[in-house]
Antibody, heavy 124, light 111 residues
């Protein structure tokens, strides 16, 4: 069974940093692209970032470009999101999601499954 | 403001058929597949429809998807109380350097 378990969320002050992790199991991690998708409290879904199987291709939403960095360690079956210069509007539940193919840019791929999320709250 | 436009709410009675629309543009729905996700209260999103109209195994055939031009629809027939959830459409967007976009979500209420 595919499992994705996020961790690393918490309360952080504006301007500070936080690193999220996603531990993957139940599939060959280095065959697939991975994504981070967030959901602000009471709001909809927003794609944050995606990374291809070998980290060769990476993409970000404009809202986080230059502040967030996605990475993966295939030897550890883990996905990461380094979040710097955090703002109040980054407050959200952050989901890790598996792609169906090796590349994050998906004309034919989709997100399945999703983890349960880790909550990031940016507040002073 | 979401790139894909969905009605914020929809409703129906048990047994009815309801549809949820998703409107986009030539850079997303018009040139790429559409996906639908169901988010039950307090849970993570779950894939409901992929590549416009394909159902993953385990998704009842009461759920169906369609796409025409720059719009897509999710139809739910034989509405059941357990269908009460938020529904999101998604697509790849070719504009700029490319990115994934979602609709704002539609909250379905079963009356």
């Amino acid at each position: 069974e595919v499992q994705l378990v996020e961790s690393g969320g918490g309360l952080v002050q504006p301007g500070r940093s936080l690193r999220l992790s996603c531990a993957a199991s139940g599939f060959t991690f280095d065959d697939y692209a991975m994504h981070w998708v967030r959901q602000a409290p009471g709001k909809g879904l927003e794609w944050v970032s995606g990374i291809s199987w070998n980290s060769g291709s990476i993409g970000y939403a404009d809202s986080v470009k230059g502040r967030f960095t996605i990475s993966r360690d295939n030897a550890k079956n883990s996905l990461y999101l380094q979040m710097n210069s955090l703002r109040a509007e980054d407050t959200a539940l952050y989901y890790c999601a598996k792609d169906q193919g090796p590349y994050y840019y998906g004309r034919g791929n989709w997100f399945d499954p999703w983890g349960q999320g880790t909550l990031v709250t940016v507040s002073s | 403001q979401s790139v894909l436009t969905q009605p914020p709410s929809a409703s129906g009675t048990p047994g009815q058929r309801v549809t949820i629309s998703c409107s986009g543009s030539s850079s997303n729905i018009g040139s790429n597949y559409v996906y639908w996700y169901q988010q039950l209260p307090g849970t993570a999103p779950k894939l409901l429809i992929y590549r416009n109209n394909q159902r993953p195994s385990g998704v009842p055939d009461r759920f169906s998807g369609s796409k025409s031009g720059t719009s897509a629809s999710l139809a739910i027939s034989g509405l059941r109380s357990e269908d009460e959830a938020d529904y999101y459409c998604a697509a790849w967007d070719d504009s700029l350097s490319g990115h994934w976009v979602f609709g704002g979500g539609t909250k379905l209420t079963v009356l």
